[in-house]
């Protein structure tokens, strides 16, 4: 048995999936309320913590999908403290989510994602979410989004309902495809063609598959950086553009 401890985000914990299911009987224990501190104006669904009860009880079915045996941590000794790159000065707005582990534990190296999910051509649609904590306003932030309009197919926001008003302005034609976990978020979003998203929990879940993907990339804290096969990076319209042509086509 190998044991992990996580205090979140949970984007940093599905980050972190990959690399847990290298380990034997991996065990992970979600330590809730720790405090967050976020500059001023990234505003984040859960105010003041990085991880509460309710979500870290929607990160388990995802977790164990992998093999990965969930917990809320009540003080339980582990081998793998995942919070411990926080206590040495890394610049969190920067680099990359899932490699800041490695400072503290070198063995913990991130692996290729797990992806294995086949759409449904039969009734094809894509995802989108966009997390006002990394919402890049300053490229065309507007007219990028507005492009999705020109799809054929579906489009199916997953987010907050505050996050969805804001786009559905953008995109009239958006859905607001509400999820119970973040096993179900990974089916709605693999089982699509394309999901179109921010530096957030949704993108993370994209990221771990595989999924084509498309990251609008923050000019504020650029700390995600993708790997793997399908994925691509919006920072402005002009990219936004040469991303739909392709999917169009």
């Not at 065309?140 to 505050?162: H, Q, R, T, Y």
């Not at 958006?174 to 179900?184: I, P, R, S």
Request: charged share 20%; proline share 7%.
């Amino acid at each position: 048995m190998t044991t992990f401890k996580h205090s979140g985000n949970a984007g940093d914990i599905i980050y972190m999936i990959p690399t847990m299911t290298q380990f034997d009987d991996p065990v992970l224990y979600l330590n809730i309320d720790r405090p967050a501190d976020y500059a001023a104006g990234l505003n984040h669904p859960l105010k003041n913590v990085m991880l509460n009860e309710a979500t870290a009880r929607m990160l388990f079915p995802l977790c164990e999908a992998w093999g990965i045996k969930c917990n809320l941590w009540d003080g339980e000794p582990i081998q793998y403290d995942l919070d411990k790159f926080r206590e040495h000065g890394i610049n969190l707005s920067g680099y990359d989510i899932r490699r800041w582990i490695m400072a503290e534990y070198p063995e913990l190296r991130p692996p290729v994602p797990l992806g294995h999910y086949s759409p449904d051509k039969h009734n094809p649609y894509v995802t989108v979410n966009l997390s006002d904590r990394y919402r890049n306003s300053i490229a065309g932030g507007n007219d990028k989004w507005a492009m999705l309009n020109e799809l054929s197919i579906p489009v199916k926001f997953i987010g907050v309902e505050s996050e969805f008003i804001k786009f559905e302005q953008l995109c009239p034609k958006a859905v607001h495809e509400q999820v119970a976990d973040f096993k179900q978020m990974a089916d709605v979003i693999c089982s699509g063609l394309f999901h179109f998203g921010n530096q957030s929990s949704p993108y993370a879940v994209a990221e771990i598959y595989d999924h084509p993907r498309a990251l609008e990339l923050s000019p504020y804290c650029p700390n995600v950086v993708s790997q793997g096969s399908y994925w691509n990076v919006i920072y402005n319209t002009e990219n936004m553009a040469y991303i739909i042509e392709r999917f169009l086509k």
